[in-house]
């Protein structure tokens, strides 16, 4: 009987590898345009997609047998010149298995090729998103990303994926507390995160005051979390960058998509507007929670309501073998009402166009532009005083970034960005019966231009290095009034000297400064590497939080003569150990300094402040942990363990012209 079950584990093994053998010398044949007499060059456009979603793959390398490469674009897409004859394509992507196909040029023509996801052949086919080798291989230091798969895969709120809360697993990310807004990295502040869905500048990634995150959950493609090494092509905030990238929709079929929870409901629809060429996708959520406040037995309770709901959509057209245009849309509203005391509404709205071009055979271009507003308001709803005090930013925010593949082994990103803020610190208005004065406070308006550069190349195999500067000035710019102090006193309202009025479009003052990014990743063998990285950035435009409050209200300030930006210097070196392919680890350390940290005196009034420079402190700041994380990915049952120690200090000094705390 035992020699009859080795027989038959033998005879598995060797049709195993048979079919292994054939999988490997089989070669697909691809024919290229029609055979033709012309000598002129071939064009090979196309896009490299996911054989699970459709989805275009990202960044995935083609290698042909005579020296040619080339890297697609963020959506897939891909344009070779080539001459009249056979190649072998051999193409590669993380994630991915890789795929040699043989391609007959005979005239220029779109051709499209499909990567199968990585799979493991153990007691069971495992179809995973993501390689067990991406930590591994990846550059860059403090890098999370999560997949759509990877989403559905955490624990769920109210039965709802919640992008937020799967973050919060993460080490060295923290919740900021029920009824905040937000998540804290590294010991950074909630307002140190630069958040975007898409091109999508977010200032509340939340809804309800936390209890649930702004990004649709049927609409992710994937999430990058930056906490260690930041690339040079994103600016603006010391602590993190949080980058949601949204699917395009489907140009294939139509496909729905629904969910009805406890508290809320979210439906999504997509499918072609042009079949293969034109796109759509929306989704939209709606809540109705308020049926649990009427379940407490105590009128404060039962009074209270938390409404939000959300619009995401999006419009994507491949208008030419190498050109896409698109634009999407994004809408997010929130109402929550605590009894018969206070009402806290916020919202979001933005609108994006962009453009995405393949150059030549290596170089991509991405063009875009954003418009888009933060709005919240305070309702004090009690007593003779009753008012609505409302304060928001309005932006724009433009960007050509250009990726250039000199190599298989080096690759360089040039780009440059620009943001105009227009800031409304406050305004109150009186509600009916109220005995409030209207009042409102001067706009403020900031200019921040970037321009920088990164160059990732490969040495010796298993050194990579990814070495970038990004240039920043800012710019505090009329109609504006600037106070004035005597030099070397502490600034109050009462000893303001004079007061500078400038005009629309002037320069009040100006801040400039260079932010060096360095990521070094050297690989000790398949299984195990080291990272390194370090990164400074400036952040031109900070949240003061009035915690008095009855409910949160944010201040935004900007950085002006009385408050330089603040910047920030972070260090993060990591070990990355896989134990074959079905646990995965690392262990890693950080270090930030930061300078200019804003807060406020004791007893500080923030509110429709005039002067509001008279209120707050600047100081500074240092965090420093370690992170470790083990990971079971294969099996039946997986587990993600995260462990993080960590300690932020801050230290606010006394000086001539403010008190220390």
């Not at 042909?64 to 070779?80: A, H, K, R, V, Y």
């Not at 992710?220 to 930041?230: E, F, M, N």
């Not at 073998?321 to 009402?337: A, C, K, V, W």
């Not at 003569?561 to 990355?576: C, V």
């Amino acid at each position: 009987m035992r020699r009859r079950t080795l027989q038959q584990n033998w005879f598995f093994v060797l049709l195993l590898f048979l079919l292994s053998s054939s999988a490997v010398f089989s070669q697909e044949t691809y024919q290229l345009g029609n055979a033709s007499t012309s000598n002129q060059a071939i064009n090979w456009t196309g896009q490299i997609t996911s054989d699970r979603d459709g989805q275009g793959v990202i960044n995935a390398v083609m290698r042909s047998d005579n020296g040619l490469n080339m890297i697609t674009d963020i959506d897939g897409n891909f344009n070779i010149a080539l001459e009249k004859r056979t190649y072998v394509f051999t193409i590669s992507a993380l994630g991915f298995e890789e795929k040699q196909i043989q391609v007959n040029a005979l005239s220029s023509a779109e051709l499209s090729i499909t990567l199968s996801v990585e799979s493991v052949l153990i007691e069971e086919i495992l179809v995973s998103g993501t390689s067990s080798q991406d930590k591994i291989k990846e550059i860059t230091p403090g890098l999370q990303r999560l997949d759509a798969q990877q989403l559905d895969n955490q624990s769920k709120f109210f039965g709802e994926i919640d992008i937020l809360r799967s973050l919060q697993s993460i080490s060295g990310v923290s919740n900021t507390g029920e009824g905040a807004s937000g998540f804290n990295v590294r010991g950074g502040n909630t307002d140190q995160n630069l958040i975007l869905q898409d091109g999508h500048l977010i200032f509340n990634p939340s809804h309800a005051l936390g209890f649930f995150s702004l990004f649709h959950p049927d609409l992710v493609q994937y999430v990058d979390l930056y906490k260690g090494g930041i690339p040079s092509k994103y600016g603006g905030r010391l602590s993190s960058v949080l980058a949601v990238q949204t699917r395009d929709g489907s140009k294939e079929r139509f496909k729905i998509k629904g969910g009805i929870g406890m508290v809320s409901s979210r439906l999504s629809v997509e499918g072609p507007i042009v079949k293969d060429k034109v796109s759509f996708i929306i989704g939209s959520r709606y809540s109705y929670a308020d049926w649990i406040f009427n379940l407490v037995d105590d009128p404060n309770i039962s009074q209270s309501s938390a409404f939000f709901n959300d619009v995401t959509a999006k419009v994507n057209a491949r208008i030419s073998p190498t050109t896409n245009l698109g634009f999407s849309f994004l809408r997010s509203e929130d109402d929550f009402q605590l009894g018969d005391e206070a009402r806290f509404d916020y919202s979001t709205i933005s609108g994006e166009a962009y453009l995405k071009q393949i150059i030549g055979e290596k170089m991509n271009l991405t063009l875009s532009v954003n418009r888009g507003r933060y709005e919240s308001s305070l309702f004090d709803l009690r007593g003779n005083d009753q008012s609505k005090f409302t304060n928001a930013i309005d932006y724009t925010r433009g960007k050509a970034d250009l990726l250039y593949l000199f190599s298989d082994v080096y690759k360089i990103n040039v780009g440059v960005d620009a943001d105009i803020y227009d800031v409304s610190p406050g305004e109150v208005a009186p509600l009916e019966g109220s005995f409030i004065i209207p009042d409102i406070l001067e706009k403020e308006k900031g200019r921040a231009i970037a321009a920088y550069i990164e160059n990732q190349f490969t040495i010796l195999n298993n050194l990579e290095i990814s070495a970038g500067l990004r240039f920043t000035t800012f710019n505090n710019l009329g109609p504006h009034s600037v106070n004035s102090y005597p030099e070397g006193q502490i600034k109050t309202g009462q000893n303001i000297t004079d007061t500078q009025v400038f005009g629309d479009g002037e320069s009040i003052s100006t801040y400039s400064g260079f932010e060096p990014r360095v990521s070094i990743r050297y690989g000790i063998n398949e299984l195990t590497s080291i990272k390194a990285g370090y990164a400074r950035t400036y952040q031109y435009l900070a949240q003061i939080s009035n915690t008095a409050s009855a409910t949160p209200i944010d201040i935004w300030q900007l950085a002006n003569p009385h408050f330089e930006p603040q910047f920030s210097d972070n260090f993060s070196i990591g070990l990355f150990k896989n134990f074959g392919k079905k646990y995965e680890s690392s262990f890693e350390a950080f270090y930030r300094q930061s300078n200019g940290i804003l807060d406020y005196k004791d007893f500080a009034k923030l509110l429709l402040n005039e002067h509001v420079e008279t209120e707050l402190v600047t100081g500074e700041g240092i965090a420093y942990g370690v992170e470790f994380n083990l990971k079971k990915l294969i099996g039946t049952f997986k587990w993600d363990m995260n462990y993080t120690f960590s300690s932020s200090e801050r230290r606010i000094l006394p000086t001539a012209i403010q008190p220390g705390i």
